[in-house]
C-alpha cells in the first residue's frame, strides 16, 4: 500500500508538473501571436488568430483583453476585440462594457455589436446618449443595431423612428435596414412613406417592409412594381428596382415562385 501511495504521488507530481509546463509553453505562444493579428500576412493573421481559438479561455481571455486595451497597434486592438467575443464569460462582458466609450472606432464597433447580440436593458441609456455623438460612418450602423436590439423600450422606438428621416442617407439606411431585420411593425407607417417615393433609399425601405412582413405594405410594393415594369426597357433607377420589389413580395408571401424565378 505504501509503495502504491509512492507511485500515485510521483505520478501526480508528474502530471502537476508537465501541466505547469504546458501552461507556461501556451501563455508564450499567446505572447508571440498577439502582434501577429495585425500581420500584413493573411495567413500569419490567421494562424495567430487560430493560436487563441485553440487555447484554454483562463489562458486566452485575460491576454486579449491586455491586448485590447493596451497594444500600440489600433489594429490589433481591433482583432483581439474579435477574437475576445468568441470565448464570452464574466471577463468578457465587462471589457464590452467598457469598451463602449473606447477612442479606437473599431473597438466601439465591435462593443455596440455585442450589446445588439447580448441585449442587456441597463444598457439603453448608455446607447441612447452615444446616438447623439456617434458619427462614424463605420460605428454608427452598429450602434443602431444595438438599440434596435433593445426596441421593447419606448424611448428607443421613438429615437429610432426619429433617426429614419434624420442625417446622411448612408444612416438612415442603416437604420431602415435595422428595423426590418428588427421585425420592427411600429415603423411600418414611415417605412411605406420612403418606399412609396422616389429615392435613394427606396429599395431599402422596399426590402424592410417585406422582412417586417405587414400586409398593409403590398399596395405600395404593387404601385412600385406598375411603375419600374413602365420603365423596364429604360436603363434608369425604376428598372434596377425591379428585382427588389419582387424580393419584397416575396417576403410578403405574394406570387413567391415566380418572383424568385424572376429575381434569379
Known amino acids: 500500500m505504501t509503495r ?12 502537476l508538473l508537465l501541466s505547469a509546463v504546458a501552461l507556461a509553453q501556451s501563455s508564450a505562444d499567446l505572447i508571440r501571436a498577439i502582434p501577429a493579428l495585425g500581420d500584413f500576412d493573411y495567413a500569419v493573421r490567421t494562424e ?76 439603453v441609456p448608455k446607447l441612447l446618449t452615444a446616438l447623439d455623438r456617434e458619427t462614424s460612418e463605420f460605428v454608427r450602423p452598429a450602434l443602431v443595431r444595438a438599440l434596435a436590439a433593445h426596441d421593447d423600450d419606448t424611448v428607443v422606438r421613438a429615437r429610432l423612428l426619429h433617426a429614419v428621416d434624420q442625417g446622411e442617407g448612408y444612416f438612415r439606411g442603416g437604420v431602415i435596414e ?32 417585406g422582412k417586417i412582413g405587414d400586409k398593409r405594405a403590398l399596395a405600395v410594393v404593387s404601385a412600385a412594381q406598375a411603375e419600374a415594369a413602365g420603365s423596364e426597357s429604360e436603363s434608369g433607377d425604376d428598372a434596377a428596382l425591379l428585382p427588389i420589389v419582387s424580393a419584397t413580395a416575396c417576403l410578403l408571401d405574394t406570387d413567391c415562385p415566380n418572383q424568385i424565378r424572376y429575381v434569379v
Open 48 to 123: 495567430a488568430s487560430r493560436t487563441f481559438r485553440r487555447a484554454d479561455a483562463a489562458t486566452a481571455v485575460p491576454a486579449l483583453i491586455d491586448a485590447a486595451n493596451r497594444h500600440e497597434d489600433s489594429y490589433v486592438q481591433f482583432r483581439a476585440a474579435v477574437l475576445l467575443y468568441g470565448f464570452g464569460g464574466i471577463q468578457t462582458e465587462a471589457f464590452f462594457r467598457a469598451a463602449l466609450d473606447s477612442p479606437n472606432d473599431r473597438i466601439r464597433a465591435v462593443a455596440y455589436d455585442y450589446a445588439e447580440h447580448a441585449p442587456d436593458p441597463r444598457l
Open 178 to 209: 435595422a428595423l426590418g431585420d428588427y421585425v420592427a411593425v411600429y415603423a411600418v407607417e414611415p417605412l411605406v412613406r420612403i418606399a412609396s417615393e422616389r429615392g435613394p433609399l427606396r429599395d431599402d425601405a422596399l426590402l424592410a417592409l
Open 4 to 15: 502504491l501511495c509512492r507511485v500515485l504521488a510521483v505520478g501526480t507530481g508528474s502530471w
